[in-house]
């Protein structure tokens, strides 16, 4: 997907080369929460805006964003060992008891890839402030792991010394979504050519049912 976006954004920036002081460019910082999974995160990601018309702004923005939660796991599983580990260990080396209890355990790790494309229809409060409101597409990767369950087991080694243990069971889930996007823009022009951007946004993703909430504060330049 990265590699569309990025011809996407080459074929963006030949459309309207030839259109000067219309095109503004910023680097933002990003907030974004995960309302299903209630996650924070942050990240970072960019803006292209272009004025089509005075009062229409054709909007490309992307982002990169990790969050995670610990939820109700325990504080020792710090010293607990993935599922996936389990085979390492035999008889002559060591083995674990039968599991005593689970919990079960709202752990999160997200990562996401967006790239939303929206159409703006923008209004000037005065000669170098201006908002915008407005929607579009949304396209997201998603790199999730997801712990479902924490066993609390006993490890022996030789059957002789006794170490308390956790065994956690992960569920990893990495796939691509397209949804819908509303999105906002408050903008600060100084300098004459330095804009300073607020842009938050909600995204609702159709395979997954998942939504986000984005907010980013960004500083760039128009052309």
Do not use: C, W
Not at 167 to 191: C, H, S, T, V, W
Request: aromatic share 20%; net charge neutral; proline share 2%.
């Amino acid at each position: 997907m990265k590699k569309i976006t990025h011809i996407i954004i080459l074929m963006f920036f030949i459309y309207i080369g030839n259109s000067q002081s219309k095109l503004s460019l910023s680097g933002d910082l990003y907030y974004g929460y995960h309302q299903v999974d209630n996650i924070h995160g942050f990240g970072i990601g960019s803006k292209i805006n272009y004025k089509a018309k005075s009062n229409m702004i054709l909007s490309l923005s992307m982002s990169s964003i990790f969050g995670e939660s610990r939820g109700i796991v325990p504080d020792n599983s710090l010293k607990s060992i993935p599922i996936r580990d389990f085979e390492t260990y035999s008889k002559e080396s060591g083995y674990f008891d039968n599991f005593l209890v689970y919990y079960p355990s709202t752990f999160n790790k997200y990562y996401v890839y967006t790239s939303d494309f929206d159409i703006l229809y923008n209004k000037n409060i005065s000669l170098s402030k201006s908002i915008s409101f407005g929607g579009g597409v949304s396209l997201v990767y998603f790199d999730l792991e997801n712990i479902d369950y924490v066993f609390d087991t006993k490890f022996y080694h030789n059957s002789t010394s006794e170490e308390d243990r956790l065994l956690m069971i992960p569920r990893y889930d990495r796939f691509y979504d397209i949804g819908l996007n509303i999105a906002g823009q408050y903008e600060y022009l100084f300098k004459e050519y330095m804009v300073f951007r607020i842009s938050p946004s909600i995204n609702y993703y159709f395979k997954s049912g998942k939504m986000i909430y984005k907010n980013s504060i960004g500083i760039g330049f128009y052309f």
